[in-house]
């Protein structure tokens, strides 16, 4: 979040793709919210874009 808050969109993305992609591994119990703070974060990028 550290990323997110510098405004590196991108490397927050990275991040978080890589903790969601490790809580798929282990079947860990954040995976949906961790899912969905990634989600959030690409659509902020998103909306950066336009």
Known sequence: ???????NLD??????ELVVDLDRQVDHPD???DTAVLEQVRQERAELGK
């Open 11 to 16: 490397r927050a993305i990275g991040e978080l």
């Open 31 to 33: 995976l949906a919210s």
């Open 1 to 7: 979040m550290t990323h997110r808050a510098e405004g």
